[in-house]
């Protein structure tokens, strides 16, 4: 058994069972939608067709979800001048599931079962991806009825975590004793002091070692008058020319 009905401008040939997208309507999901603009009603070589409507004949169905439709995209151009202009629409739409036919003195149930699963919890569940917000609010006040619990705890551990509190003064109040630790490092101080110290004693030591450098230039100077029995040679030149 089918009927075609009228609803948002247009018409559908639905059956029993049948899902079908039509223009937004109001309801929450899971509620009933009843439709009386019946045109026509058919069963196998039976038809019965209104005048404009069938006298008595409703279609019933439930709300799964109302979204977004497909964007559809529109262009404008003027050619010569440079306009171009795109935008996007996204119609409203309503998720419905056929569930009953009734005209004419017969009528047709689905028995099946609704599912209320929106068409974004199953994409993303085929894609492996986080589900949309609105199923996790759905869960989260399960989550917090458990978390309730587990908070009345903590209140009787309260008295014992103040019991450590006292340990620790006392365990300042141990190290007092050893202020005078300090001096023992400023007494250290000197003897840094007296070690830089003698090392500048053994540089002091060291920079006359430096004056032995001089002591080659004697050598120099006494190699200096060797060189002067070669001018003696000259007046021996001179005799031989007398």
């Known amino acids: 058994m089918y009927a075609v009905i009228k609803t948002g401008g247009k018409q559908y040939r639905v059956k029993a069972g049948d899902l079908m997208v039509v223009e937004k309507l109001g309801g929450e999901p899971g509620a009933q939608v009843a439709f009386d603009q019946v045109l026509m009603l058919g069963e196998g070589d039976t038809v019965v067709i209104g005048a404009p409507t069938v006298a008595g004949a409703a279609v019933t169905a439930t709300l799964i979800e109302t979204r977004k439709g497909e964007k559809v995209k529109i262009f ?72 309730a619990a587990p908070k009345a705890a903590p209140k009787a551990a309260a008295p014992k975590a103040t019991a450590p509190k006292a340990a620790p003064k006392a365990e300042a109040a141990a190290p007092a004793p ?25 540089a002091k030591a060291a920079a006359p070692k430096k004056a032995a450098a001089p002591k080659a230039a004697p050598k120099a100077d006494a190699a200096a008058p060797a060189k002067k029995p070669a001018a003696k040679k000259a007046p021996a030149k001179k005799d031989g020319d007398a």
Not at 85 to 94: I, K, S, V
Not at 112 to 123: C, I
Request: proline share 6%; aromatic share 4%; charged share 35%.
């Open 76 to 147: 404008k151009k003027i050619r010569r001048q440079g306009y171009r202009r795109t935008r996007g629409h996204r119609q409203f739409e309503t998720v419905l599931r056929v569930t009953g036919i009734a005209g004419e003195g017969k009528s047709e149930t689905w028995d099946g079962t609704v599912d209320l699963t929106t068409k974004a919890v199953l994409n993303a569940r085929s894609r492996n991806l986080r589900l949309p917000e609105g199923t996790v609010a759905e869960a989260a006040p399960k989550a917090a009825k458990k978390a």
């Open 178 to 202: 050893e202020a005078p630790k300090p001096a023992a490092k400023k007494a250290a101080a000197p003897k840094a002091e007296a070690k830089t110290e003698a090392p500048k004693a053994e």
